[in-house]
């Protein structure tokens, strides 16, 4: 038996390679919670947990995460069967309500230890890849639509990315059509064009928003209202002319199920940390499958180690009609991995190897960590 020894956290602190403009937030870096388990065989497990712009995006913060794990996960687990994952996943959430990203970081760590230990990768507990490669959206949220289209135009010419996300809902919604409509003419058909609202627009916003993205082109609006009424995102979506994607209203499998059951989305962004891990996210997957909902691989905008442990899973998913979003890596200044992710072919590829496939970059890891000393050099 291979026991949990230890549970360790880090915060890092990385900037993003431009400002990054949400409706409700502008992020200039992202905040990392990273998490190693040790086991007493040795072996070391990787997990991460992110949130979007500290809590403006949910109730989660990287401090929360963090002081979940150590002051609550942590004391549950330490001692146990390593091997235990599923034991581990219903322990927890018996005694931790909520806080999905800060009990998806430790399992992910717990999949990987136990890949590592078996030599297989976190895919192969899943039942196994059915894919290699995953289509990658990028957003595009500089804030401005001529950045926004000489950024598009980049990625299609060194073919990283043919479709692009929108952020939009900061804006009025007639200026936000004309800041859409520049980009979809621009790009002229050469790309797919969808849209993120964040929670942003009323009712009577989203109707005419949603007229008006039809009316552009654009292939899928998400999360066009706050979250809450699903008979409100049910009634955009009956009459939308695009599809209507879920996302903050997706927390889990029973999230999935109540907007299956009432037909209130087309498609599912799926994401581990929302969902409370992996195998609650599988659990989402399979209710969109059987529901005939399309899939999304979504991203709380994770470094490499959550994209890694997403691209395992999504890998094994029958149908992914809508492709993934797992980029985050690449909004980063700088990467915590020893060997990026790669990225190329308008794609994402599984990293290769046992566990999640991927080793952090100890010095990397060590210069973002919050309240690192950093020593300054006077220039002479
Ligand atoms: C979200 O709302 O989907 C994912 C990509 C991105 O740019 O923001 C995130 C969060
Ligand atoms: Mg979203």
């Not at 409509?181 to 969808?194: C, N």
């Not at 009634?235 to 059951?261: F, H, K, Y």
Request: aromatic share 4%.
């Amino acid at each position: 038996m291979s026991k949990i020894e230890r549970i360790e956290t880090t915060i890092l602190d990385i900037p993003t390679i431009r400002g990054h403009v949400l409706s409700m937030t502008t992020m200039m870096a992202q905040s990392i919670v990273l998490v190693r388990v040790r086991f007493s065989d040795g072996s070391v497990g990787l997990g991460e947990g992110t949130s979007i712009g500290g809590m403006s995006y949910g109730p989660e913060s990287p401090e929360s995460i963090q002081t979940a794990i150590e002051s609550y996960i942590t004391p549950l687990l330490e001692g146990r069967d390593g091997n235990d994952v599923n034991g581990a996943i219903q322990l927890v959430e018996k005694a931790v309500r909520g806080n999905p990203i800060a009990r998806c970081a430790v399992e992910i760590a717990l999949w990987d230890g136990l890949g590592r230990r078996l030599g297989v990768p976190v895919a192969q507990l899943f039942g196994g890849s059915v894919r290699r490669a995953m289509p990658v959206a990028w957003t595009l949220a500089s804030g401005r639509s001529e950045t926004d289209i000489a950024e598009a135009e980049e990625m299609i010419a060194t073919r990283r990315h043919d479709i692009f996300k929108l952020k939009i809902g900061k804006r009025s919604v007639r200026d936000d059509l004309a800041h859409v409509e520049a980009i979809a003419r621009a790009l002229g058909g050469r790309a797919s064009i969808r849209v993120d609202v964040n929670q942003a627009w009323s009712q009577t916003e989203a109707r005419q928003g949603l007229a008006g993205l039809a009316a552009i082109g654009v292939a899928l609006a998400e999360q066009p209202i706050r979250i809450g009424s699903l008979a409100a995102l049910r009634a955009l979506t009956e009459r939308s002319d695009i599809a209507i994607m879920a996302d903050e209203q997706l927390n889990g499998p029973a999230d999935a199920l109540a907007v299956a059951a009432e037909r209130a989305a087309d498609v599912f962004a799926v994401k581990i940390g929302q969902s409370g891990g992996l195998k609650r996210a599988s659990e989402v997957t399979a209710i969109g499958e059987a529901a005939g909902i399309g899939l999304y691989g979504g991203t709380m905008l994770e470094a490499g180690v959550s994209t890694a442990a997403a691209l395992q899973l999504f890998s094994t998913v029958a149908r992914l009609d809508w492709g993934t979003e797992l980029f985050g890596p690449l909004l980063l200044k700088d990467e915590i991995l020893a060997e990026p992710i790669r990225y190329h072919d308008f794609s994402a590829h599984l990293p290769e190897g046992p566990g999640i496939g991927v080793t952090l970059d100890a010095e990397k890891v060590d210069y973002y960590r919050r309240g690192r000393a950093r020593t300054l050099h006077a220039v002479s």
